[in-house]
């Protein structure tokens, strides 16, 4: 079977009977060559259901669970978005595709230098990824529209809600290092209203405001 035909088959099967039923969001998940951010080794199994070594101890999710999250957001176009936890690019390049700007975090040099490469090749220049610390976010291109986290947080970090624009919604996953609540957070001129969307295993985030390693 092809790219194009695994792709569709991981729409129809795996996105659509679960409820991921943004319909931007489902196109953008049949156009986006998963396989290309995973090793070639792997890239018979990029459209399974389940996550994928990225080397670095670290995976890309589960194509639901970034559809999922994705979904969350609401994006109509045109947002400015904040990723935690850049990995291999495939989440920042499913944003890049439904929102303006795309700015991504990641404490791994050498992850953040292979998705770097991969989103060039892909010809994707609205994404910005900065070697850092993300769990004290990204100040200098903050207020963000929606800010997403793709590490498990044992709390939330007070810069995410700090760099967020009234409006705008946070997606985090939050709780201990083996489970957590996949959490979505809206930020109002009124205050911060919580939904918890569904349980989640994600790896840890790791730093200043998260858990020590
Ligand atoms: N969104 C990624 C999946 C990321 S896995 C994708 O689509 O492939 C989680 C990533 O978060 C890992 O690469 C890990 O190194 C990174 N991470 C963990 N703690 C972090 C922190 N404090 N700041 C930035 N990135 C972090």
Redesign the pocket.
């Known amino acids: 079977m092809d790219y194009t035909a695994r792709r569709n088959k991981m729409v129809d099967e795996q996105l659509i009977p679960r409820g991921i039923s943004d319909k931007k969001v489902l196109d953008i998940f049949r156009k986006v060559e998963r396989h290309e951010?995973v090793s070639p080794s792997l890239h018979q199994n990029a459209y399974e259901d389940h996550p994928l070594p990225?080397g670095?101890g670290?995976?890309?999710?589960q194509p639901y669970m970034?559809a999922l999250m994705t979904q969350c957001l609401d994006l109509k176009g045109n947002e400015k978005i904040l990723?935690?936890?850049?990995?291999?690019?495939?989440?920042?390049a499913i944003l890049a595709n439904l929102a303006k700007e795309v700015y991504s975090?990641?404490?791994?040099a050498s992850?953040a230098k292979h998705?770097f490469s991969v989103l060039k090749k892909l010809e994707y220049d609205n994404i910005k990824i900065n070697v850092?610390?993300?769990?004290l976010g990204w100040d200098e291109y903050a207020p963000y529209d929606g800010i997403i986290i793709?590490?498990a947080a044992p709390k939330i970090p007070d810069a995410y809600i700090k760099q967020l624009n009234a409006g705008g919604k946070l997606v985090i996953p939050v709780g201990s290092m083996f489970g957590q609540v996949l959490t979505v957070i809206k930020k109002t001129r009124d205050g911060v209203f919580t939904t918890e969307v569904c349980g989640c295993v994600?790896?840890?985030?790791?730093?200043k405001e998260?858990w020590s390693k």
Do not use: H, K, M, N
């Open positions: 951010f990225i670095e670290q995976t890309i999710s970034v990723e935690i936890g850049t990995g291999s690019g495939y989440q920042a975090v990641e404490r791994v992850l998705a850092s610390d993300g769990t793709t590490a994600f790896v840890p985030l790791v730093g998260g």
